[in-house]
């Protein structure tokens, strides 16, 4: 019986231990399920502060940008008031105003007319023309927003054979823009965009996510895509295409902006889909059956500008050229490095040009003159400007741009010469207009030998220096740019497209040749002038290998000499602040039966013709 007893007693401990455990498991789960309560509630409260933050950072966003735009426009207006401001003050000092200010306060005194004329004769310094100054952004710095600001090189040293050697990176130009009036919204990977980025003006960097944030602070006229593999569009664009890919898209269809789908690389299939959604598609794979869009040397990036510490003495292959760990705008440094480039066969045809339009040799040996001709041939094959004119023509959108439509001036004061002369600018393309002036004959000489080009011709005066000639003749050329050619010298058939090249890549106004052959007669002997001042900014030219801007000639003018007056017109461009750049030395040949400056001053090359030299 006490056996028993002591079970129960002992079954009712337990019994009442485990009520005591279940008590205490209901309060910890009713204390638990009301945290959970607290922390949904919580969850609910952070969700809604976080929808009313991003909220207030998209609506801070929009403030930023519409204040960004208004500090743009704001600063676009000062500086249109600057320029307006600028332009009247250079019309106030030009030659042509003074004297005809001269003109006009002395008609009635012949005693102030010699005055005035006398005061208007000489040369006054030009106003400084303004600049564009960067706009400051909500923080208070400065954003460069010219293109290839953000794209410069970064890598300054390179590694050959366990020799470590410092570069001084290229510069990679931050403009012009070709054609300023058209924006373009661009994906695309860094070498596509650098080719891209000077065609008009381009917006980068936006993602499926911000895109209806960012293009409408600048609406675009196009959207072109290209086939990037890395990035937060590469999966949009692969494969099935992306919600994002299709809401851009509808972004641009509601607005009217012409969509584009460039194929730069990889398979096709694997972006076909996506590119059945633009309107159009570009391929550069001649296997696809879509219209081309071909790499082309892009002149900004792609030209023969040397680094500052010039090139090393050294062959390299490609794989020493472009190790892979290069960014482009690094690659744009080491096509100007070697002595010569040895690329093995396959090579792209792309990155061949790309070489060449840098000026550097292709091959085992360094060759000059073979490297003159690759250029040329580089640039021949198309740049990116002139496909760039196909797409926006395929696409219906203008493609106007500045040209470099040409007139040349010659000035003929041998009627002995005017054969040869009207023969040198025969060679020629690319001469829409020739101002000859000269003896009668000349005239109908000229129609017969230049029957496609427009011919003006002027009489000269019986005492009419080459100078007075040039200066009557500025004011009837028409064309971009203009060109003057001495009758006298021997001129290669690519002389003018070679120099008009300049324009593509550099900032001058007035492009010619400080280094150039020249051949004397009567010693039968070729000389080299300053072999190292080719593609260079100098403070001289030649005046036989001038080619300018026309309107700069005009506010210069020129000298009233026959001899010199080139030398008077480089001291002014040097006063005015005007650039002066000196191209190759090819295609020209400077003639005279004797010259004791140039025999003092040029390397002999050899007693013989300089034509093989100089004309290739």
Request: hydrophobic share 40%; with cysteine; proline share 7%.
């Amino acid at each position: 019986m006490s056996i028993e007893l002591e079970s129960t007693r002992r079954a009712l401990r337990e019994a009442i231990s485990q009520a005591e455990r279940a008590a205490e498991l209901a309060r910890l789960l009713d204390a638990a399920q009301a945290r959970l309560a607290a922390a949904e509630e919580s969850a609910n409260e952070v969700k809604a502060l976080a929808e009313r933050l991003s909220e207030t950072e998209e609506r801070l966003a929009a403030e930023r940008a519409a204040a960004d735009k208004l500090r743009k426009e704001l600063a676009e207006q000062r500086f249109q008031a600057e320029v307006a401001n600028w332009k009247l003050s250079s019309i106030k000092v030009a030659r042509w105003n003074r004297l005809g200010d001269a003109i006009k306060s002395g008609k009635s005194n012949p005693v102030r007319l010699a005055k005035g004329l006398r005061g208007a004769a000489k040369p006054v310094q030009r106003p400084t023309a303004p600049k564009r100054k960067p706009v400051a952004d909500a923080s208070g710095k400065p954003k460069d927003e010219r293109p290839g600001a953000a794209f410069q090189a970064t890598s300054t040293t390179r590694t050959l054979g366990g020799a470590s050697f410092k570069l001084k990176p290229y510069r990679v130009p931050t403009g012009p823009n070709t054609r300023p009036h058209l924006t373009a919204a661009v994906i695309a990977d860094p070498h596509a965009e650098a080719l891209l980025r000077y065609e008009w003006r381009q917006t980068t960097g936006f993602t499926p996510r911000d895109f209806a944030r960012v293009l409408p602070l600048e609406v675009p006229h196009l959207l072109v895509v290209a086939s990037v593999t890395q990035g937060p569009w590469a999966q949009e664009i692969t494969g099935e295409p992306g919600e994002g890919l299709k809401a851009l898209l509808e972004w641009c269809r509601e607005r009217g902006i012409r969509t584009v789908f460039w194929h730069t690389q990889g398979e096709v299939e694997a972006y076909a889909a996506a590119a059945e959604l633009f309107e159009h598609r570009f391929t550069t794979d001649l296997t696809v059956a879509w219209p081309r869009l071909q790499f082309g040397v892009q002149p900004r990036v792609h030209n023969p500008l040397p680094l500052a510490g010039g090139r090393i003495d050294r062959v390299l292959t490609i794989d020493q050229l472009l190790p892979g760990h290069l960014a482009y705008p690094d690659v744009l440094t080491s096509y100007r490095w070697p002595a010569a480039a040895d690329c093995p066969p396959g090579t792209p045809q792309w990155r061949l040009a790309e070489i060449a339009a840098c000026g550097t040799p292709i091959g085992t040996e360094p060759d000059s003159r073979r490297a003159h001709v690759a250029l040329r041939r580089a640039y021949q094959m198309g740049t990116m400007t002139e496909r760039i004119d196909e797409l926006l023509d395929v696409i219906g959108l203008p493609s106007a741009r500045a040209t470099l439509n040409t007139s040349v001036m010659l000035p003929i004061l041998d009627p002995y010469l005017m054969e040869h002369g009207l023969a040198q600018v025969a060679k020629q393309s690319g001469v829409d207009q020739v101002v000859i002036i000269g003896p009668p004959e000349s005239e109908l000489r000229a129609r017969d030998v230049l029957p496609d080009v427009e011919i003006v011709y002027r009489r000269p005066h019986p005492a009419m220096t080459e100078g007075a000639m040039l200066d009557a003749g500025i004011d009837l050329c028409e064309a971009d740019l203009v060109a003057v050619m001495d009758p006298r010298d021997v001129y290669g058939p690519h002389y003018l497209s070679d120099l008009r090249r300049a324009f593509l890549f550099g900032t001058a106004d007035i492009v010619g040749k400080a280094a150039f052959y020249a051949h004397l007669r009567k010693p039968q002997a070729t000389l080299l002038k300053q072999p190292d001042a080719e593609y260079t900014y100098l403070h001289e030219i030649t005046g036989a290998t001038l080619l300018a801007r026309r309107n700069t000639l005009r506010e210069l003018g020129f000298a009233d000499l026959t001899e010199g007056w080139d030398e008077v017109l480089m001291r002014q461009c040097r006063s005015d602040g005007v650039k002066v750049f000196s191209a190759d030395r090819f295609g020209y040949v400077r003639v005279r039966d004797e010259d004791r400056w140039l025999l003092g001053a040029a390397h002999l090359v050899e007693y013989g013709s300089a034509e093989p030299h100089a004309l290739i």
